[in-house]
Every structure is written in structure tokens, then in C-alpha cells.
């Protein structure tokens, strides 16, 4: 059961309204949010990759952010790649390879040590600040992702 009790009147809200019980109305809110999170993310990167490359970084942390979330489903969860093994993967998505190796591990998507890069192992903790600065998507893929359960999830062929 939940303790967020912000979350627990928004449930109880639904079950006025529709009727379900709490597990059922917690379920369809959870699916409502995760459709939402999803839809933004589609919006945000979806004109920007074609042919799985991006033209152009985005400017726009939001942005960025999304992009950063699409690069990162090329990886393998919990695979340690060399920096050359790291750059040819970012080349595949964009010629400034370096510029988006920084930013994967700026925004601890991955993480580096000993020349090495891993993916995180789980998502980072983000102030309120960076949450207003993260697309939602973040929250809902990325810890399935990083545990290996949703590794191909996100992955698109653009």
C-alpha cells in the first residue's frame, strides 16, 4: 500500500467517481500516468531522431533529457563497455560522441570508473528542481530499464 497520502486521495477520488475498488483505481491512474509519460516522451524526441540519428542536440534540458533517455536504451544494463565501446555506440546516434558520453554521465545515466562505463545501477535521486527539468518518462522506463526488465522497451528504430 501506498504512503503518499496526496496519491491516496486522488485514488479514493476515482473510486467516487467510477466505482473500482482500490486496487483497480490505483492500477488505471498508474496506467493513465504511464500513458501520459510516454506520450511526452514520443513528443519530445520523436521529430528529432531519424534513421536513429539526431541532427542537432537539443538546447532545451527537458529535451535533452528525453534524448538522453532514448541514447541510453542502446546500451545494455549492467554491461561494462570500454570508452571506445561507449563512442562507437554514440556514434550511431551523433558525431559529437564526447558531447553526449559527458551528458550520460552529467545526468548519472552512466556511470564511469577506471575507464570504464556501466549503466547506473539504479535511478538517480533528482531534487525538485531537476524533476521539473526531467521528462516524466524518466521515472516510469528507466528503473525497469536499468534492472534489466525493460531493456528493448524504449528502443526504436526511427
Known amino acids: 500500500m501506498t504512503?503518499?497520502?496526496d496519491f491516496k486521495q486522488v485514488v479514493r477520488a476515482r473510486m467516487a467517481a467510477t466505482g473500482e475498488g482500490y486496487t483497480a483505481a490505483r492500477a488505471a491512474l498508474e496506467?493513465?500516468?504511464y500513458d501520459a509519460a510516454?506520450?511526452?516522451?514520443?513528443?519530445?524526441?520523436g521529430r528529432?531522431?531519424?534513421?536513429?540519428?539526431i541532427?542537432?542536440?537539443?538546447?532545451?534540458r527537458k529535451v535533452r533529457a528525453g534524448?538522453?533517455?532514448?541514447?541510453l536504451s542502446r546500451f545494455e544494463p549492467g554491461r561494462d563497455y570500454s570508452e571506445p565501446e561507449v563512442n562507437e555506440v554514440l556514434l550511431g546516434v551523433h558525431e559529437d560522441f564526447a558531447y553526449l558520453r559527458r551528458e550520460l554521465v552529467n545526468?548519472?545515466?552512466l556511470e564511469r570508473g577506471d575507464g570504464r562505463y556501466r549503466t547506473a545501477s539504479q535511478a538517480p535521486p533528482r531534487t525538485a528542481v531537476e524533476r521539473q527539468e526531467i521528462p516524466a518518462w524518466e521515472a516510469h522506463w528507466l528503473p525497469g530499464f536499468l534492472s534489466g526488465e525493460g531493456a528493448g522497451a524504449f528502443r526504436r528504430g526511427r
Not at 510516454?38 to 524526441?45: N, P
Not at 528529432?48 to 540519428?53: A, N, Q
Not at 534524448?67 to 541514447?71: D, I, N, T
Open 48 to 53: 528529432l531522431f531519424t534513421g536513429g540519428r
Open 67 to 71: 534524448v538522453l533517455l532514448e541514447v
Open 107 to 109: 545526468y548519472h545515466y
Open 31 to 33: 496506467r493513465e500516468a
Open 38 to 45: 510516454r506520450a511526452e516522451q514520443e513528443r519530445l524526441v
Open 55 to 60: 541532427e542537432r542536440v537539443p538546447a532545451k
Open 3 to 5: 504512503r503518499n497520502s
